[in-house]
């Protein structure tokens, strides 16, 4: 089976620790992709990386950390710099970045601040 | 920040009749794209429309754009109670980088 696939489902955090999300797809697609999804509300971009060893900030990024070190995973750090961390985090991938084609997504990763 | 606003933020309707919702942005656009977000799931992609089209279908769903008004609209016809989630449009602009997600509709089909 082809997909995306987020761990953990959920994660608690206590304040001033750094965590890390993972994301791992085997679709073969080179452009990776962190949106942040708060209560009522659309994503916003974290971070997106279009080939391996390269990634940009998206629209929210203070407070985030990203790394493409492989073609599959794009794991996001969520560090102590983040004042509201808690929220829901999804990743996605496209075939090729900048075609604005549709983005696959993982089923999500929930942070709680505890 | 957001350049799609939806419209309206929630819907309830019963289950056989008609859903429309509706997006508006503010630039211009490559393409617009319509996804559904099951509750505390990931998205799932339904249509994508690009500005030189100003119609599309799929099964039961019809997507339209009107550039000049810098609008959508999507249409579920005969609605079911699995189409129960919300839905939003993105929109990805001349560079093609990124989707700009609006804050969604809510949509609920009462069986």
């Known amino acids: 089976d082809g997909g995306i696939t987020q761990s953990p489902k959920y994660l608690f955090r206590k304040e001033g620790q750094n965590v890390t999300l993972s994301c791992e797809q085997n679709l073969n697609h080179d452009a990776m992709y962190w949106y942040r999804q708060d209560p009522g509300q659309g994503l916003r971009l974290i971070y997106y990386?279009?080939?391996?060893?390269?990634?940009q900030k998206g629209d929210i990024a203070e407070g985030y950390s990203v790394s493409r070190e492989k073609k599959e995973s794009f794991p996001l750090t969520v560090t102590s710099a983040q004042k509201n961390p808690t929220a829901f985090y999804l990743c996605a991938s496209t075939p090729r970045g900048g075609s604005g084609l549709e983005q696959f997504f993982g089923p999500g990763t929930r942070l709680t601040v505890l | 920040s957001q350049q799609g606003e939806e419209d309206p933020q929630a819907l309830s309707i019963q289950e056989g009749e008609n859903a429309t919702m509706n997006c508006s942005y503010k630039?211009?656009?490559?393409?617009l794209q319509w996804y559904r977000q099951n509750s505390g799931r990931g998205l799932v992609h339904l249509i994508l429309?690009?500005?030189?089209?100003r119609e599309k279908h799929s099964g039961r769903l019809r997507v339209t754009l009107d550039t000049s008004k810098k609008s959508s609209s999507l249409l579920i016809t005969a609605s079911r109670a699995a189409d129960t989630a919300s839905y939003f449009c993105a929109t990805v602009g001349g560079y093609g980088n990124k989707l700009v997600f609006g804050a969604g509709t809510i949509l609920r089909v009462k069986s």
């Open positions: 630039t211009s656009i490559n393409n």
């Open positions: 990386s279009q080939i391996v060893n390269d990634f």
């Open positions: 429309i690009r500005s030189n089209e």
